[in-house]
């Protein structure tokens, strides 16, 4: 197989791996910490044995995050060594910041509230708790800034003399609308994960007849969680449909398979079910709204693809002129200029290139979206079978919570499979290819990393999925 | 503040994390030895609980770390990692099983058994100083990597590794090894004096007495040994034109120009060296060694960075294309990032404080039998 092929196979392994963690984080950070405030409010014991016992799942969950988060930060190098000088100036800046701002914040707090109960003062341990989850959210903000970036380039001009892009703008960057919205979307996703988990496991106790009272409790405070995140997560999934048809209309047309552009474009819900001009109205918020095609785009392309291969030319008679030839060289920069806009795409060879996988894309999209109308379901009728005192009397609503916990996983990995795949073949948008961000190592290695990773993760997964099934059964709330 | 001055700012500011994750590598040390150090179930939960309380520092240091080098210094972050690979892949590979083993070890239905994870500790504690001392070394040896900025034009990769194992090679120097050895017999003497610290057992206390007894004689053999190889050796000096010539005994040379850098290395090696001596001869207060050692390790390791990159100098040679070797500013960031990173590293101070009140405020009493026999609250 071939190299940039399995780099991205490792990021996309790594990555998946990772983010089957790391909803679960951000999402039981708030449920538990929610749930320890009513306890100091509330000086109730109960509250206190119902903290605890989520906190010790948090805790098992954690340790697995970490684990498979330390290997993406340094993927960027590892494998993707031209990306990496090509646009480090602007991406390590986040990834520092994390580290400096999040991850410190979260690995000392995180050690007081798992062992501090009986060392410090009960409010202390709640700042700890409350901390450890505001941690795993600064951590989000930052990362997803850098993802951002990827899918939308600002704030930062091409340098031709070190030959990279730098940063003109920090604030574009740290906080440009893309971001912003990246960051709802992912993170209410992970307060629906880890409320989705939360009600799951206590219905799980409510079949069984077991640990009741907690399971009625967690069932309420997860729902509003849950409900509150999926409130948020809808209303920023709406903002980043209309961003998307904006700043990467490629990837809206390949989510929904449209060859040829349209005013009045339609919403396949799957194929044959169409809503007429509904998918113009979500792109654009006009019923009439024009969405672009993937022919269009494809045309377009061609012509992105010349202006590309020129700048390109001309930047390499720039550099091979400018320490000799100074005329030379300031003329072909001037041809370079004109053109730079496109340089990205002299790195293409034809315009198919240009699409990513729509199929892949198509059923994602649905899939996510499907699964997330499913959790939001649970979360309503949590609410309201919890505010009735009805969640011991209608026990198939209990098997739909069941059912609820895989689904929260599909739509979250589905959202990532879709937004990631759907910029190919970008690494980041319109800027540098992904074959051209690769690093010089034999493909025959990353194989053997990508087996030695797989391997490893999923024993670990495994090994995590049965420790957390065993606490669970053996949980007694007394 | 010029772009000079910012490039030696955050090669400081590298060098410093470098130097804490070092010291705080003293959870890897403690690990390696951890069956040697527990005879009984009992004492070996207590190992385990002790340095279980600070892992994630460590982890969360070598992260920053390798953020705050991407983002200063990216071209490094490119060549090193894209290159050495295999060294950065297998030193990851290592903290990923330590990452679960503590959280794990304990756990009923943990799949693999609770000594499994154990040994994931013991890898780790071994492997982890092993390879940052020999992916360190190549910092002073250098390495083999040929850079051009034009190549990724043609289609192809800024930085080619000119030797196809891939970071491996730098095994073949004895001098990396050495390091290695160095650094993992630092972390063991570290891991020692923290155990003897924080442990409230005799019978631990006085075998990890006896451990030290062996590692830090072998630590400080193998330390001398390469400082006096680097005071020895010639490096890549970069000239007023950029250019890069090799000068010999430049390390010495960087000593000599920067007697404050020196100093404070002096001082560091003085405190590890008290560190050790009271751990070991001071039997009414061992528990105070640590901390002696812990200054001691940042302050020696930050001036051994230095001495790596400051005052000119290459802090990553290649000896396949001189004209290639990295220094300060042919690696760095553009000044307008290196200078807004500069506003963002105003809160590590801060950082820094919470870390020590969480620190102290946990590790008031060491941990003991009786405690992990009350509570629920461990691994």
């Known amino acids: 197989m071939d190299l940039v092929l399995l780099s991205r196979i490792q990021f996309a392994l790594t990555a998946c791996y990772h983010w089957l963690f790391v909803p679960l984080t951000l999402g039981l950070g708030v449920v538990m910490s929610v749930m320890e405030t009513i306890y100091v409010v509330r000086g109730d014991e109960a509250w206190r044995r119902i903290a605890r016992f989520?906190?010790?799942?948090?805790?098992?969950?954690?340790?697995?995050?970490?684990?498979?988060?330390?290997?993406?930060?340094?993927?960027?190098?590892?494998?993707?060594?031209?990306?990496?000088?090509?646009?480090?100036?602007i991406f390590g800046a986040p990834l520092a910041i994390e580290g400096i701002l999040a991850f410190f914040m979260e690995a000392t707090f995180i050690?007081?509230?798992?062992?501090?109960w009986e060392k410090v003062s009960k409010r202390t341990h709640?700042?700890?708790t409350w901390l450890t989850a505001i941690g795993t959210m600064i951590s989000a903000w930052w990362i997803l800034v850098a993802n951002s970036w990827m899918q939308h380039p600002v704030g930062m001009e091409f340098n031709p003399d070190t030959v990279r892009n730098e940063m003109m703008d920090f604030f574009t960057v740290a906080f440009q609308p893309t971001a912003v919205i990246k960051f709802v979307h992912s993170v209410c996703s992970g307060w629906m994960t880890g409320a989705m988990f939360v009600v799951a496991v206590s219905a799980w106790f409510l079949i069984k007849g077991r640990n009741q009272e907690m399971a009625k409790k967690s069932i309420m405070v997860a729902s509003i969680v849950g409900i509150i995140g999926t409130a948020f997560c809808m209303f920023a999934g709406d903002k980043h449909g209309v961003d998307i048809a904006k700043t990467q209309p490629m990837k809206l047309a390949a989510a929904e398979g449209l060859q040829q552009g349209s005013n009045e474009a339609a919403f396949s819900f799957v194929p044959g079910i169409e809503v007429p001009h509904m998918l113009s109205f979500l792109a654009t918020h006009d019923w009439n709204g024009y969405v672009w095609g993937i022919n269009d785009l494809k045309e377009e392309g061609e012509k992105q693809i010349a202006e590309g291969k020129m700048a390109l030319e001309a930047f390499r008679t720039y550099r091979e002129n400018r320490e000799t030839n100074d005329s030379v060289a300031q003329a072909a920069l001037a041809t370079f200029n004109e053109h730079k806009q496109y340089f990205g795409y002299g790195y293409l060879d034809s315009a198919d290139e240009l699409v990513p996988n729509v199929w892949l894309c198509y059923w994602c999209f649905r899939l996510m979206i499907g699964c997330g109308c499913i959790v939001a379901l649970c979360f309503v009728l949590g609410i309201i079978l919890g505010w009735k005192d009805w969640l011991e009397k209608y026990r198939w609503i209990l098997v739909l919570f069941l059912i609820g916990l895989p689904c929260v996983y599909i739509a979250g990995q589905c959202g990532w499979i879709f937004t990631e795949v759907g910029r190919q073949p970008w690494a980041i948008q319109g800027l540098l290819p992904v074959k051209a961000a690769v690093s010089s190592v034999s493909a025959g290695s990353v194989l053997t990393t990508i087996i030695i990773f797989a391997t490893l993760f999923t024993a670990l997964l495994f090994a995590e999925v049965r420790i957390m099934l065993r606490a669970i059964r053996e949980h007694n709330d007394k | 503040m010029t772009y000079l001055f910012l490039q030696q700012y955050w090669w400081l500011l590298v060098s410093l994390l470098g130097a804490l994750f070092v010291m705080l590598m003293f959870v890897q040390g403690a690990n390696a030895l951890v069956l040697c150090l527990g005879k009984t179930e009992d004492e070996r939960m207590l190992l385990v609980n002790s340095t279980g309380r600070k892992w994630e520092l460590t982890f969360t240091t070598l992260v920053t770390f390798g953020g705050a080098f991407f983002a200063s210094f990216p071209l490094f972050y490119s060549t090193s990692f894209g290159g050495a690979y295999w060294v950065w892949m297998l030193l990851l590979f290592s903290f990923v099983l330590q990452a679960v083993a503590y959280e794990f070890q304990n756990k009923p239905g943990n799949l693999f058994g609770t000594n499994t994870y154990r040994w994931f500790l013991i890898i780790n504690g071994i492997f982890g100083p092993l390879l940052t001392g020999t992916a360190v070394g190549t910092f002073f040896t250098g390495a083999n990597f040929q850079i051009s900025k034009d190549s990724m034009l043609m289609g192809n990769t800024i930085s080619e590794w000119t030797s196809a194992w891939h970071g491996l090679e730098a095994v073949a120097n004895p001098w990396n090894v050495c390091l290695g050895l160095c650094v993992v017999m630092l972390a063991i003497t570290l891991g020692l004096l923290y155990i003897m610290r924080n442990v409230d057992a005799a019978p631990i206390r006085d075998r990890a007495r006896k451990g030290l007894m062996i590692a830090a004689p072998m630590f400080v053999v193998l330390f001398l040994l390469f400082v006096g190889y680097v005071l020895m050796k010639s490096g890549w000096a970069v000239e007023e034109d950029g250019s890069i010539v090799i000068e010999e005994y430049k390390y010495l040379h960087n000593f000599l120009q920067m007697p404050v850098v020196a100093a404070l290395f002096l001082v560091g090696v003085i405190l590890v060296l008290i560190g050790v001596v009271v751990g070991l001869f001071m039997p009414s207060k061992p528990r105070n060694g640590f901390w002696f050692a812990a200054a001691g390790t940042v302050l020696t390791v930050t001036t051994l960075l230095l001495l790596a990159g400051w005052n000119g100098t290459c802090y990553y040679p290649s000896f396949a294309d001189t004209a290639s070797s990295l220094h300060l500013q042919n690696s760095c960031s553009s000044e307008f990032t290196l200078r807004t990173m500069f506003f963002v590293s105003l809160i590590i101070p801060f950082v820094l404080a919470y870390i020590a009140w969480a620190w102290r405020t946990m590790d008031k009493t060491p941990i003991s039998s009786a405690e992990l026999q009350q509570t629920e609250d461990k691994y």
């Not at chain 1, 948090?58 to 697995?64: E, S, T, V």
């Not at chain 1, 993927?75 to 060594?81: I, L």
């Open chain 1, 54 to 89: 989520w906190q010790k799942l948090f805790g098992i969950n954690f340790a697995i995050g970490v684990a498979t988060g330390i290997i993406l930060e340094f993927e960027f190098g590892t494998n993707f060594s031209n990306y990496s000088w090509f646009v480090g100036d």
């Open chain 1, 111 to 116: 050690a007081i509230m798992f062992f501090g």
């Open chain 1, 126 to 128: 709640l700042m700890a």
